[in-house]
């Protein structure tokens, strides 16, 4: 082989060998960032689902306390009927008296 031959092929050698390293940087860098981005994507989805959850929480003690309310309101509600039905049933049992006593009035 010729002395330029040689040199041309081992320039040629050089070359390609180069364009290779440079090549797998560039693919390793590319997978590093990648790499990078997932776990930013996977701590943001993290964040986001603790967010979900405490939002979740939150309305749940909330449903817990308007539960307890319209419990409370519903009691009260009952002592209320009961309340008026005592009150009902005496002012009918005065009537009663009243309409007798006029009775016994007018009798007389």
């Known amino acids: ?14 070359v390609l060998t180069s364009q290779l390293d440079w090549n797998q940087k560039i693919v390793n860098d590319v997978e ?8 930013k994507q996977q701590y ?10 405490k939002i979740i929480l ?3 003690k909330q449903i817990q306390k ?3 309310l319209v419990q409370s309101l519903q009691e009260q509600l009952l002592q209320c009927k009961s309340k008026d039905g005592f009150v009902n049933d005496t002012a009918a049992s005065l009537t009663e008296l009243v309409n007798d006593l006029k009775q ?5």
């Open 58 to 60: 939150s309305q749940e």
């Open 104 to 108: 016994q009035q007018t009798m007389e």
């Open 32 to 39: 590093a960032r990648s790499s990078e981005l997932s776990r």
């Open 66 to 68: 308007l539960k307890t």
């Open 1 to 14: 082989m010729s002395r330029p031959l040689l040199l041309v092929t081992l320039l040629l050698l050089m």
């Open 44 to 53: 943001v989805l993290e964040r986001k689902e603790s967010v979900k959850e």
